[in-house]
């Protein structure tokens, strides 16, 4: 099946230490997305990719960074991990910009 | 700047009732609207699509309709399940590849 797969599924850092999320999809679509979601809250993007073009969202402190090395894998870096950087992240991934479909989520705890 | 709101933020009905959840937005030049659920911990599985220029979708039990002019979107869920207790994002699709997310509404379906 067609999907987008994120590894790992959980992840434990410690605070400062850098840390990499990764997502994948099998569904060759051009626009790949990062979203921060923390307890109750609604989703909030971190940045996009529409094909190789980065698109960093105002707010997001530069201490998150993305890769897209080709069309199937995007990475978020997260160079120093703080306490405030717990939360679950979401990778979607859209045909042009149409129907978003996600990954099942990375949930990663600074300790 | 978009807003989408959605009223109630929780809700419990008793198996079998139908659900209708609201969701609101204050720009009304919008190319889609996403319904979205998530299950506690999880990912967004994507619900309904419906286009700006679309009144309403249906998927089995699922119904959402669209009512640009006015900035309103309803998901109706007939004949609820337990199995359908979960939290229900909306998104609405601007300018742009950005979704904008209400808050959600979390759902308790009591057997």
């Known amino acids: 099946d067609a999907m987008v797969i994120q590894n790992p599924r959980y992840q434990v850092t410690q605070f400062g230490k850098p840390v990499t999320l990764s997502c994948s999809q099998t569904?060759?679509?051009?626009?790949m997305y990062w979203y921060q979601q923390k307890s109750s809250q609604a989703p909030k993007l971190l940045f996009h990719?529409?094909?190789?073009?980065?698109?960093n969202e105002a707010d997001t402190p530069d201490n998150f960074q993305s890769r897209r090395p080709n069309t199937s894998f995007c990475f978020l870096d997260i160079r120093s991990p703080g306490l405030g950087d717990a939360a679950m992240y979401l990778c979607?991934?859209?045909?042009?910009?149409?129907?978003?479909?996600f990954g099942p989520g990375t949930r990663l705890t600074v300790t | 700047k978009q807003e989408v709101t959605q009223i109630p933020a929780a809700l419990s009905v008793p198996e079998g009732e139908n659900l209708v959840l609201n969701c609101s937005f204050t720009d009304s030049a919008i190319y889609n609207l996403q319904w979205f659920r998530q299950d506690p911990g999880k990912g967004l599985t994507s619900l309904l699509l419906i286009q700006s220029s679309q009144r309403e979708q249906t998927s089995g039990r699922l119904n959402a309709s669209l009512d640009k002019s006015s900035g309103r979107s309803t998901l109706y869920i007939a004949a609820s399940q337990p199995g359908d207790s979960a939290t229900y994002l909306c998104?609405?699709?601007?300018?742009?590849?950005?979704?904008?997310f209400g808050g959600g509404t979390r759902v308790l379906v009591k057997p």
């Open positions: 990719y529409y094909d190789k073009d980065f698109n």
């Open positions: 998104a609405v699709k601007a300018a742009g590849n950005k979704l904008t």
């Open positions: 569904l060759n679509h051009n626009v």
């Open positions: 979607a991934t859209s045909a042009d910009g149409y129907e978003q479909y």
